[in-house]
């Protein structure tokens, strides 16, 4: 048991603990009673801090988990006969049990994006049947920031996917779990890689980057939000105790918490990188530009590795694994792995 709880990996930036000044923040407001599901002032503090870099104009609201952020926040903008157009490899599609489309009732348009990446010219090929009361209505385009290859949309492309759903009476949803990565690596701020660049419903993570749990559904227009919060309640992720929600992100947000750990999960992916790029039977199938590594290793030897260093493979017909790297990923961590998977090879 206690060698399973110390072996260190690369499965997922969920598997790293809490950061010390996340814990801390929880324990700060675990004192005395205030008013619940989030009427209280830890909770006012945090909403007019993230307003302050998302917009004045912005509606938001906490909720537990990352499938919840997007599923309700993509509920609250279509109807059941909508579809909502993203990536072949999009969490919502892929990783998301079907909620998307339980919840929603609306039907999932997948485009195959090798980098996972939509384009405008790749969702076109969905922008048929316009007004045809027998196919489902394209009412959403949802991107993942940074995606779930690593991979990064520039705010240029952002801003054209935007103007291409707005041309074509739709919205623009942007899953941002790992949006701190992305917003480091593109030296960025949230607000112009969202908002900015004319996102309309973001999925807000802090989860996968040093909190405990919660996340932040953001709305760009206050007009699309006015019956969200009783999708909230009916989506059974209004909380009581809200205020531990709210600790979390005015600590993570405060004094640039989650771009000290951000960098540091990214500067780790590209040490990962350098260390196994040149290693004989090691092929580094995607551009690393956030916090992970995607390679094709040979498939005899996943297994061994996986006892030392755990992590996921991503495609098991072409033996491509994915290695990512968090806050707390050290130097020596990488040196063993790649030392290992060296004499492995």
């Not at 503090?45 to 906490?62: N, P, Y």
Request: aromatic fraction near 10%; hydrophobic fraction near 40%; glycine fraction near 8%.
């Amino acid at each position: 048991m206690s060698e399973s709880i110390n072996r260190r990996g690369f499965a997922s930036d969920n598997n790293a603990g809490v950061h010390p000044d996340i814990l801390e923040a929880m324990a700060s407001v675990n004192n005395g009673h205030v008013i619940a599901y989030g009427d209280d002032p830890y909770t006012e503090k945090t909403i007019a801090r993230m307003k302050q870099i998302f917009g004045e104009d912005t509606g938001i609201f906490f909720v537990f988990i990352g499938t919840a952020a997007n599923v309700l926040g993509l509920s609250s903008v279509t109807r059941p006969y909508h579809a909502v157009i993203c990536p072949d490899s999009a969490h919502i599609n892929v990783d998301e049990c079907g909620a998307p489309e339980k919840f929603t009732g609306c039907k999932l348009l997948t485009v195959s994006a090798p980098d996972g990446k939509l384009t405008v010219e790749l969702i076109a090929g969905h922008m048929h049947g316009i007004g045809f009361e027998h196919h489902v209505q394209p009412r959403v385009i949802s991107i993942t920031q940074s995606t779930e290859l690593g991979t990064l949309y520039t705010l240029n492309e952002i801003r054209k996917l935007a103007d291409y759903a707005h041309s074509n009476d739709m919205y623009l949803h942007m899953d941002g779990a790992r949006i701190g990565n992305a917003a480091v690596a593109l030296e960025s701020t949230f607000y112009e890689m969202t908002g900015g660049a004319g996102v309309d419903v973001l999925s807000f993570g802090g989860t996968k980057n040093g909190m405990m749990y919660g996340e932040a559904v953001v709305f760009f227009n206050n007009a699309l939000c006015e019956d969200f919060k009783y999708l909230r309640k009916q989506g059974m992720q209004l909380a009581s105790k809200m205020r531990y929600i709210a600790a979390q992100f005015d600590s993570y947000l405060a004094n640039d918490l989650w771009k000290r750990n951000a960098l540091h999960a990214n500067r780790m992916a590209q040490e990962l990188f350098l260390a196994v790029k040149d290693i004989p039977g090691v092929e580094v199938t995607q551009k690393v530009e956030s916090n992970a590594v995607f390679a094709r290793i040979p498939a005899a030897i996943i297994p061994r590795l996986q006892e030392q260093f755990f992590f996921y493979v991503w495609d098991e017909e072409r033996s491509e694994v994915r290695w990512m790297c968090s806050f707390d990923t050290t130097t020596e961590d990488i040196v063993r792995f790649a030392s290992l998977l060296r004499s492995m090879l």
